[in-house]
């Protein structure tokens, strides 16, 4: 496998545009500050550790913010997508970072078509499986693919929507970024510091897959040429698209300190009962049977466990978020994504539960950490 990386030393201003608005509606850094314990810090320690990121993006809400109420289509689909899919709200950077990967701008109409029409087949690939030339070249195309997909009526309404207003709703993307990237360049030494630190962080470690197996639970079986970017917003994850034999990655600027904080903690009581909830279910104690077979995708489970694609696909969105599942990711051509057992992960928690009966455990404190054991 080729695994040459480029590493950008600066930010790519216009996926911070986009990023910032996406961070701002969900304020995510206010949640895990609400939940320090996840990290196994106090609320103080990560208020300290975060300051320069919240004075940041303070200062960006007062300059950014008034700018874009101006951008009414823009703004109306991300607010629809945040309420239809409050869980899962991607859209606006998904798209950015498909037009930074793939286009120059200004992007034509047939440009437009592509992004949008890829991005929804994306979407929609992740609960049914689709055959390779499936396209979407207008309205009728979308709406006849879409009655025939297991997916709430509000999230169908909302591919309708960004698909009619397509046009108007990437020129804005476009102008958007362009008006406020000087902005977001110009505020950047607030947090140069933190930016500049995450990269010799990154250098540090044994390529992208030592991070992945940290962190996410992603497998990369993908030969290309890998052009990393590290983002301000987000903050905290990873993101990769494959295109035409390249794979551009964003790496959120704290995802190392997450790492290492992660490490440090080890496997708390609270996460060993959020692994058991997330086993404590019949349908996903088959899916967990099945995968560990063999890696399928969700087309195939359903078939095999006689659910729809739809309920599959949440049965699967839960047991990824307790990292009891591998994703395997091998290329966008395809549109499968297939999934296998985190074997280490139910390792862990078996071991964690054999201790619970050893006297050298006994009386252990379950709301701190636990004997040494680190999560995979």
Do not use: C
Not at 274 to 279: D, G, I, Q, R
């Amino acid at each position: 496998m080729d695994e040459k990386y480029i590493i950008e030393p600066s930010p790519n201003w216009n996926i911070e545009a986009i990023g910032f608005i996406m961070e701002t509606m969900s304020n995510r850094i206010e949640s895990l500050i609400e939940s320090p314990e996840s990290f196994g810090k106090t609320r103080v320690q990560l208020e300290d550790f975060f300051k320069p990121y919240i004075q940041l993006k303070e200062k960006l809400a007062k300059e950014i913010l008034p700018r874009y109420e101006k951008y009414l289509t823009l703004n109306k689909i991300f607010q629809t997508e945040k309420k239809v899919r409050k869980d899962d709200f991607d859209s606006g950077f998904t798209l950015i970072l498909d037009m930074e990967q793939r286009y120059k701008r200004p992007l034509n109409n047939k440009n437009i078509d592509e992004l949008v029409g890829s991005y929804i087949l994306n979407r929609v690939s992740k609960v049914e499986e689709l055959e390779k030339e499936t396209k979407i070249d207008s309205l009728t195309d979308l709406v006849q693919l879409l009655e025939n997909i297991e997916i709430p009526d509000g999230e169908k309404m909302f591919y309708i929507s960004i698909y009619q207003n397509r046009y108007e709703f990437i020129r804005e993307v476009e102008a958007f970024t362009e008006e406020v990237a000087p902005i977001l360049q110009r505020n950047f030494y607030l947090i140069q510091e933190e930016y500049e630190k995450s990269i010799v962080e990154y250098k540090k470690l044994n390529g992208l897959e030592s991070l992945l197996d940290k962190m996410v639970p992603v497998k990369l079986k993908i030969s290309a040429e890998r052009k990393i970017i590290f983002t301000i917003f987000p903050f905290g994850g990873i993101n990769m698209r494959h295109h035409e034999g390249n794979l551009f990655i964003t790496i959120g600027i704290y995802i190392y300190n997450f790492k290492k904080w992660m490490d440090e903690k080890g496997f708390q009581g609270a996460e060993l009962v959020s692994s058991l909830k997330a086993l404590g279910d019949p349908t996903r104690l088959g899916i967990i049977s099945k995968i560990s077979i063999r890696p399928m995708y969700i087309q195939e489970l359903a078939e095999d466990l006689d659910l729809t694609p739809a309920t599959i696909s949440h049965h699967i969105n839960i047991l990824l978020k307790s990292q009891l599942v591998n994703i395997i990711v091998e290329s966008d051509t395809a549109k499968k994504i297939f999934y296998e057992v985190n074997r280490e992960k139910l390792r862990e928690i078996g071991r964690t539960i054999e201790q619970l009966g050893d006297e050298n455990t006994r009386g252990l404190d379950f709301n701190g950490k636990t004997a040494g054991i680190s999560i995979s």
